[in-house]
C-alpha cells in the first residue's frame, strides 16, 4: 500500500535547485520548503532553521530531527544520497554532526554534485512551460493561479501548448502531474468564446480565473488521458465547485486516472458522491498533507467514509504530522485488508 501515492518523495523542490550548476554546500543536498516545514513539526525554532540560521545551523538541526522521522519519505531520500553519493552508512546525529558536516563538505569540494542528478521527487512549475533540462521521472506540481499567465491569445492555442507540456512531461517518464487549485475558485462552465475574451485581459478578475481554471483542468484531463498520466488534483477551496468541475471534464472530454486531495475531510461529501458512482478511470480519494487532525478525528473521518463508499477504492491517505505516524497508516492499512 502507498501512503505516498499523490505527494513527491521528500517534497517539492523549486526550478531553481536542479538548475544549480554544482552542488558543493552540504545543507543544499536536502533543503526545500517542506523539509523546512517538517523540521518545524520535531520541535525547531526559526533561530536554527529561520532565514538568519546559518548553513551549518541548519544541518544541525536536520541531524537532531532524523531520529524522531523513522518511516518518514524524507528520511528515506536522505537515507539513500548519504549512501549512494557519500559511503555513509549512518545518519548524522546531534554528535556527529560536525565530522559529518566536514566530510560532506571536503567531498563535495573536491567533486561537486549536480542537483539534476539527486532529484527524484517534486519540481514546482513556475509557469506552463517546456523546461529545457527536466529531469527523469520527476512530478511536476502545477498551480492554476501561475498557469493562467500564458501568452497564449486563444483557447485552441492554449489547449495545444498545454497538450506539448504535458507529453513533454510523458516523455521524460513522469508518472503523474499534480494541480493545485486556489481556494477562492468556483467552478463556470467555459466556451471557446468566453476563453478568448479571458485570456486576452491583462489583469484577469475572479470570474476570468474561475473561467479559466476550468479551462485548464479540462485541457489537463484531456492530456493526462492521451498520455496515460495520473492527475492529481489538490483541492484547497470549495469541493463542490471541484465536483461539478470533475463531472463537467469527464462529460466534455473524459477523465484520466484522477486522484483528488481535500484539505477538509468533514467536507468532502460531494467529491465522494461523484467518485462513488461509476467512471471509466480509476478514480482516488486523499488526505491532504496540510489536514493536521489527532489520530482519534482521523479514525472518525475514515470510518464514516467506510460506511458510505468502497473504502478499498477511496481512501489513499498520507500522514504527513508526527502524531499520525506509524499508528495512523497501521490503522489505516487495517481497515483496508478488512
Given at each position: 500500500m502507498?501512503?505516498d501515492i499523490?505527494?513527491?518523495?521528500f517534497g517539492i523542490l523549486p ?11 552540504p ?5 526545500s520548503?517542506?523539509l523546512?516545514?517538517l523540521?518545524r ?9 529561520g532565514?538568519?540560521?546559518?548553513d ?5 538541526a536536520?541531524?537532531r ?7 518518514h519519505?524524507t528520511?528515506?531520500?536522505?537515507v539513500?544520497?548519504?549512501q549512494?553519493?557519500?559511503?555513509l552508512?549512518e545518519l ?6 560536525p565530522?559529518?558536516?566536514k ?6 569540494l573536491?567533486?561537486?554534485?549536480v542537483?539534476?542528478e539527486?532529484?527524484?521527487?517534486a519540481?514546482?512549475?513556475d509557469?506552463?512551460e517546456?523546461?529545457d ?5 520527476v ?5 492554476a ?8 491569445k ?8 498545454i497538450?506539448?507540456v504535458v ?16 481556494k477562492?475558485?468556483d467552478?463556470?462552465v ?9 485570456l486576452?485581459?491583462a489583469k484577469?478578475?475572479r470570474e476570468a480565473?474561475?473561467l479559466l481554471t ?9 492530456a493526462?488521458?492521451k498520455?496515460n498520466?495520473?492527475?492529481v488534483?489538490?483541492c ?6 471541484t465536483?461539478?468541475?470533475l463531472q463537467?471534464a ?25 467518485t462513488?458512482?461509476?467512471?471509466k478511470?480509476?478514480?482516488?480519494a486523499a488526505?491532504?498533507?496540510?489536514c493536521?487532525m489527532t ?24 500522514a504527513?504530522?508526527?502524531r ?9 492499512s ?5
Open positions: 502507498n501512503f499523490f505527494a513527491p518523495d526550478s531553481a535547485y536542479w538548475r544549480k550548476s554544482a552542488i558543493t554546500n545543507i543544499e543536498l536536502f533543503w520548503e517542506d523546512l516545514a523540521l513539526l520535531c520541535g525547531e525554532t526559526e533561530e536554527t532553521i532565514e538568519r540560521a546559518s551549518y545551523d541548519r544541518f544541525l536536520l541531524s530531527a532524523l531520529p524522531m522521522l523513522k518511516g519519505p528520511r528515506a531520500w536522505i539513500s544520497v548519504l549512494k553519493y557519500f559511503d552508512q548524522p546525529t546531534e554528535e556527529t554532526a565530522q559529518v558536516w566530510t560532506l563538505s571536503q567531498a563535495l573536491e567533486h561537486p554534485l542537483a539534476k539527486l532529484v527524484s521527487g519540481w514546482l512549475c509557469a506552463l517546456v523546461p533540462n527536466l529531469p527523469k521521472q512530478t511536476p506540481v502545477l498551480h493561479d501561475l498557469l493562467l499567465h500564458t501568452s497564449a486563444n483557447a485552441i492555442a492554449w489547449s495545444a501548448e497538450a506539448s507529453a513533454h512531461f510523458a516523455a521524460n517518464r513522469c508518472q503523474k502531474i499534480v494541480l493545485h487549485i486556489g477562492d475558485f467552478f463556470i467555459p466556451s471557446l468564446y468566453h476563453v478568448d475574451r479571458a486576452s485581459l484577469k478578475d480565473t474561475n476550468a479551462q485548464l483542468v479540462r485541457e489537463l484531463c484531456a493526462a488521458q498520455q498520466l495520473l492527475l488534483l489538490v484547497n477551496g470549495n469541493l463542490l465547485a465536483a461539478n468541475l463537467y469527464e462529460e466534455s472530454v473524459g477523465l484520466p486516472r484522477l486522484c483528488w486531495v481535500a484539505n477538509e475531510a468533514r467536507e468532502a461529501s460531494a467529491l465522494l458522491d461523484f462513488a458512482k461509476p467512471h478511470s480509476e478514480i482516488l488526505l491532504s498533507y496540510d493536521i489520530q482519534a478525528e482521523l479514525s472518525g473521518v475514515l470510518e464514516g467514509w467506510q460506511m458510505r463508499y468502497p473504502v478499498g477504492r477511496l481512501c489513499f491517505v498520507t504527513r504530522d508526527l499520525q505516524m506509524p499508528a495512523a497508516q497501521a490503522h489505516i487495517a481497515m483496508l485488508k478488512k
